[in-house]
């Protein structure tokens, strides 16, 4: 082999080697530009991961206070639910307060009713009491008029005013009849008011 043919063959291995450099730089430069791109991406998704963490801290500040306000709210309610029952229980004693009135107002109604009977039997047992008085009255009035007409005849005998002494008897006598059957009358009714007045004092004492 001459050195000419010695000289190409080591120029072809030079121009190949340095193809074969210059491809590796260029896979080089290629890995280099997609190492790039990736640490790239890999920053871009980082800034996303961070923002993404942002977001899920705000999120979870957020909650909380979304929880202390709902644990706030389920005290208030806790508290009204409370307020409510106690209000449920003085509306149930006020209830019963006025069902107790109402039964002591229908007692004293009742109570009123029975001395309003009472007091009606008194005043009819008064009534005739005092209807017994006015024939008293008569029965001594008549009596009056019956003694001073047979007083008068004894003393100044028969004479021109016979006529009015006779008179006076004859009135003094119908008044004492009318007066005494009156009274007997009123005597009647007067004994059956008194058979009831213990009984009548009795229910008026229990209800004073």
């Known amino acids: ?22 491809r590796l730089k260029t896979n080089m430069l290629e890995l280099m530009g997609k190492t790039n791109e990736m ?19 705000q999120l979870a500040k957020q909650q909380t206070t979304f929880s202390s306000k709902s644990t706030d709210l389920a005290e208030v309610r806790t508290n009204l639910s409370r307020d409510r029952t106690t209000l449920a229980g003085e509306r149930t004693d006020l209830a019963s307060k006025r069902t107790g009135l109402s039964e002591t107002r229908t007692s004293l109604a009742e109570q009123r009713n029975n001395l309003a009977g009472l007091r009606t039997m008194m ?11 006015t024939e008293l009255a008569f029965i001594r009035t ?30 003094g006598i119908a008044a004492t009849l009318f007066g ?25 004492q229990r209800f004073l």
Do not use: C, H
């Open 1 to 22: 082999m001459t050195d000419q043919g010695k000289g190409e063959s080591v120029l072809n291995i030079l121009m190949k080697l340095t193809k074969d450099d210059n």
């Open 39 to 57: 640490a790239a991406s890999r920053t871009a998704n980082a800034e996303v991961r961070t923002t993404l963490a942002q977001e899920r801290t």
């Open 123 to 133: 005043s009819t047992y008064r009534s005739i009491l005092a209807k017994g008085r």
């Open 142 to 171: 008549g009596l009056a008029f019956t003694t001073l007409g047979i007083g008068l005849i004894r003393y100044f005998g028969l004479g021109p005013w016979s006529f009015v002494d006779g008179s006076l008897v004859v009135f």
């Open 180 to 204: 005494v059957k009156g009274y007997v009358a009123t005597r009647r009714y007067e004994r059956t008011f008194s058979d009831k007045l213990p009984e009548l004092v009795s229910e008026a």
